[in-house]
């Protein structure tokens, strides 16, 4: 008889780590947990070995944008497909090769969430109490901190004088300077905060699914390509994956749960059978449900990586080379702080450029150092520090407009999918671009660091107009890394999932993932990921037989 499990996690990421250890800790059910990468390594522990995982296909999916740079009003000679985004692969997800950047949102866009969208139980209060629940916040409990949780969060880990510069120059602008960027709201700047516990990386896999499968009713599959669920009679009861290649399946008794994040679980879903009928044939599968919205309505953050030039001694680029890269490495190997100890940024500001409400609705990271330009005009090659001194102001656009789509073009996991973004499709969108690099000048000219500030790298000191400014800000922005909404939730007949996040249509199967965000988050994705799957494991729990 096959082996069968009370509940099938598809994806240990962000929400589908914290799904295994809640789902399983008092003993009554049996959990199953089916990752496609493997193993943290050594760099997914280092801080700033970021640097070394972005490019590594062992732990990052690489996905092939479809659509041409065309579509966004250049003159074409882009070929189609010169974007890749990428996304975290491997126990951990994305929180084993992200930024480390614990950043939560603002309670408004949860309250929009249940008003606008119909997530019902999703409001700001509710994500709060969750977000304090996950964490150990090195200030100790408040009425927005959360102490004695499993992920440790530091607001201040690293700091040096051209840091502090940074700081003073959006107090400059008007920025409000905080403690804890997470505190408050509005416009504001300082250090951000970051999931590091004595030197190393929380990663969800660390603090939730460490304690997790060494319980006797926890399994880790690794290298579990999921294919496609299997339903019968309008239920979901198995999952059909390729392990190291070989084809297997998997039986649920209870639950499956697609935590593969907001690109992979919209692919399963499809190649199961589920979305848009029409779309799905020409893709050969055969519809299940229809559902036309799994992978539609897609929204990004849209980012802008500005290098500038500093003045001779200053910033911390020789950290990443020769001696100085040895120092760095020894200090965080005997005493685990340093440079090495941290993300990629130590400063963080969030501002309104454009939206009329006045809400937040851009983000800045700084840090003294610049990525090396090459030919091909990629402003963020992670593993190219430039080896001059530098200063890097990177922007994200967080309450975009326009939206893309997701879908697959055949039916085998490791067909690639067709990606467009629709990028800067709205007036709204274009006008927010144009307004936010020159809001990203004005911080870096402001005093004190202005004086520290020579010329402009990306895109240069004589792109001045607003047209030549939107052409630069088409050519070379890239997305923030913080896709939503491909499995919206809500309660329309629209709606993928329901505020349960039941997928409509069909039993026994749950999306628990960044793919369930109905509307805007402002801010960076993976702590809410983390509090999508605490609330979504309470839910599955009072739901349990």
Known sequence: MAEMWDYIVVGAGSSGCVLAEKLSADGRS????????????????VPKGVAKLVKDPAKIWLYKVTQPRDYVGTDGDDDA????????????????????????????????????????????????DAFRALEDHADGASDTRGAGGPVHVDPQIYTYPLAEDMIAAGETLGLE?????????????????HNIKDGVRQSAAKTFLEPARRRPNVRVVTGALAQRIVMENGRAVGIEAKVNGRAKRFDCAGEIIGSAGAMESPLLLQRSGIGDPERLVRAGVDPVVAAPDVGERMIEHLSLSMPFR?????????????????????????????????????????????????????????????????GDNDPVPLDKIDRRPGLTIYGSLLRLTSEGSLRITGPDADDAPKIEPNFLTTEHDRQSAVAMVRRMREFVHAPPLGQSVGCEEIP?????????????????????????????????DRAVVDPRLRVNGV?????????????????????????????????????RP
Request: net charge negative; glycine share 18%.
């Open 460 to 492: 240069g000191d004589e792109v001045e107009s607003d047209a030549a400014i939107l052409a630069a800000f088409r050519r070379l922005s890239s997305c923030g890394l913080h896709g939503i909404g491909t499995c919206r939730m809500g309660s329309g």
């Open 310 to 374: 500093l003045d001779e001694g200053k910033g911390t680029h020789h950290h990443f080379f020769g001696l100085g890269l040895m120092r760095a490495m020894a200090r965080w190997a005997m005493r685990r702080d340093g440079i090495m100890a941290t993300g990629p940024f130590e400063v963080g500001a969030f501002d309104n450029v454009h939206h009329p409400d006045g809400r937040t609705d851009a983000q800045f990271y700084l840090g003294a150092y610049s990525f090396a330009v090459g």
């Open 507 to 543: 039993d026994g199967l749950r999306v628990v993932d960044c793919s369930v965000i109905p509307g805007h988050v402002t801010g960076n994705t993976n702590a809410p990921a983390m509090a999508i799957g605490l609330r979504a494991a309470a839910l599955i729990l009072s739901d």
């Open 30 to 45: 049996s959990v199953l947990v089916l990752e496609a990468g493997g193993e943290p390594s050594f760099w997914n522990h």
């Open 177 to 193: 300077r905080v403690r804890d960027l997470n505190g408050s709201t509005g416009r504001r700047v300082g250090y951000y905060t």
């Open 81 to 128: 497909g010169g974007e890749f985004w990428i996304r975290g692969k491997g126990l951990g997800g994305s929180s084993g090769v992200n930024g480390m950047i614990w950043s939560r949102g603002e309670p408004a866009d949860y309250d929009a969430w249940e008003r606008e969208h119909g997530a019902a139980g999703w409001n700001g209060a509710a994500m709060t």
